[in-house]
């Protein structure tokens, strides 16, 4: 697969880079499929695109790639503009912090390397997204309670936002985040004070394994919700 995955990359970039020219700055593959944790049929090809104009003019002739791109089931890649992108550190550092971790430069310059952070930043936009997402799980909890199937749905779609946040938390605590999924949750389950067992199912899930078919209102959800509920409290009471 991961042959397949690197031509699929590469293709991709080469066009971008004809079509583009001396516009492109930067493409790089970033998350799992940078990281060694990618799982044909679970996981997607995240890619970076920085520009030096990336107005709506200047993407008009890359336009057919990124709808092939899209068309072929991968996510839209992140287009910034390069004065953009070097003035988002204190917006995205979950996001940078993320990539700087893991990433694969395809094309251009490595733009990510270099870029600073701040753990203030950091645990502030840390604490919106915990917050904003736990808001819409408890939300999607609610609804999907009476079905075991729509529970399931809804703690393998969230799993991956959320291994994500464990890896800021884990940064913020001043750890570095294991890559393998059970030893992510394991470290931030202990320094968070959530119950690690809450995401026995969905880890398990992740690692290919036959789980349990859920039940309507299965106390595997609701201990998820509440490891998370456990987690935004845990950032909140954190302090830089």
């Given at each position: ?143 999907a309670a009476p079905s075991g199937k729509a529970l399931a749905r809804l703690l393998l779609a969230s799993a991956s936002t959320f291994l994500t946040l464990f890896r800021a938390t884990l940064r913020l605590a001043g750890h570095s ?64």
């Amino acid at each position: 697969m991961a042959g397949t995955r690197d031509r699929d990359v590469e293709r991709f970039a080469e066009r971008l880079e004809g079509a583009l020219g001396d516009d492109l700055v930067a493409v790089i593959l970033y998350g799992s499929a940078a990281r060694g944790t990618y799982v044909k049929g679970r996981s997607d090809l995240n890619v970076l695109v920085v520009l030096r104009d990336a107005s709506a003019e200047a993407l008009r002739p890359a336009a057919a790639i990124l709808a092939d791109w899209t068309k072929a089931g991968e996510p839209a890649p992140l287009v910034f503009a390069e004065a953009e992108w070097r003035a988002s550190a204190d917006v995205f550092p979950i996001e940078i912090e993320d990539m700087r971790e893991a990433h694969r430069l395809v094309r251009g310059s490595d733009v990510i390397t270099g870029l600073a952070t701040t753990r203030a930043d950091l645990r502030r936009e840390l604490e919106r997204e915990v917050r904003g997402k736990l808001l819409r799980l408890r939300t999607e909890y609610a609804a999907a309670a009476p079905s075991g199937k729509a529970l399931a749905r809804l703690l393998l779609a969230s799993a991956s936002t959320f291994l994500t946040l464990f890896r800021a938390t884990l940064r913020l605590a001043g750890h570095s985040p294991p890559r393998e999924s059970a030893a992510l949750v394991r470290a931030a389950a202990e320094v968070a004070g959530m119950d690690e067992r809450a995401f026995d199912w969905v880890v398990g899930r992740l690692e290919g394994k036959v789980m349990p078919v859920l039940a309507p209102f299965d106390p595997a959800a609701a201990r998820y919700v509440d490891a998370i509920e456990r987690l935004a409290r845990f950032v909140d009471e954190t302090r830089v």
